[in-house]
């Protein structure tokens, strides 16, 4: 059963941190680039970061390049977004995605909400 779960969202204040993660399922995590995206109210979803199944190559969207990190635990079937300074474009619902590096792969998350408030 393909099953990708995300967890760690919630409220921070601005230029706080949070750490997502994206529990997979092995059978998806298992040779499969994973990335994250979000989704603001009104907007379509955008890439955040993604991360080739060996781990060695990442991108990133320019909006959160050096405050964002994407990382893969291959041991856990898991990967990380630790998100650093977070400002008032950071707030969306996250979306873990298996299967894409250039673009989304077929499988989703049901995402996790991160919201920045003072």
């Known amino acids: 059963q393909v099953q990708l779960v995300e967890s760690g969202g919630g409220l921070v204040q601005p230029g706080g941190s949070l750490r997502l993660s994206c529990a997979a399922s092995r059978s998806i995590f298992s040779g499969n680039s994973m990335g994250w995206y979000r989704q603001a109210p009104g907007k379509r979803r955008e890439l955040v970061a993604t991360?080739?199944?060996?781990?060695?190559?990442?991108r990133y969207a320019d909006s959160v390049k050096g405050r964002f990190t994407i990382s893969s635990d291959n041991a856990k079937n898991t990967v990380y977004l630790q998100m650093n300074s977070l400002n008032s474009v950071d707030p969306a619902v996250y979306y873990c995605?298996?299967?894409?590096?250039?673009?989304?792969?077929?499988?989703w998350g049901q995402g996790t909400q991160v919201t920045v408030s003072s």
């Open positions: 995605n298996a299967g894409g590096f250039y673009s989304p792969g077929d499988y």
């Open positions: 991360i080739t199944a060996s781990g060695y190559n990442t």
